[in-house]
């Protein structure tokens, strides 16, 4: 079992930057194919980015591609989020996902297949 914390929300304008991380406790967190996702107020979680558990493959929603890079350092237990170029529809509740992974397949994309999850950071963007 995993248990997920992020950090690194919070509010800036549009255009600038912000890094999420997703710190992951246990020693087999390479084991684990990692996934971030955001929800907006009243609609169901969706897809923003993954990785495969040895770094060597990522999947992006395509309103992400291009301005967020999805990364993982296995030795420190963490999965990071780089978001560029912020737009205010970016806002959002963001969480860290996570499900055992037997192969360095591209990673799944749908919450559903994801077993644990992070309890989520606010990311606001203002205009």
């Known amino acids: 079992q995993v248990q997920l914390v992020e950090s690194g929300g919070g509010l800036v304008q549009a255009g600038e930057s912000l890094r999420l991380s997703c710190a992951a406790s246990?020693?087999?967190?390479?084991?684990?194919?990692m996934g971030w996702f955001r929800q907006f107020p009243g609609k169901e979680r969706e897809f923003v980015a993954a990785?495969?558990?040895?770094?060597?493959?990522?999947n992006y929603a395509d309103s992400v591609k291009g301005r967020f890079t999805i990364s993982r350092d296995n030795a420190k237990n963490t999965v990071y989020l780089q978001m560029n170029g912020l737009k205010p529809e970016d806002t959002a509740v963001y969480y860290c996902a996570a499900y055992i992974s037997l192969t360095t397949r591209t990673p799944y994309t749908r919450p559903g297949q994801y077993n644990y999850w992070g309890q989520g950071a606010q990311v606001t963007v203002s205009s």
């Open positions: 246990g020693r087999t967190f390479s084991s684990y194919a």
């Open positions: 990785i495969s558990r040895s770094s060597g493959s990522t």
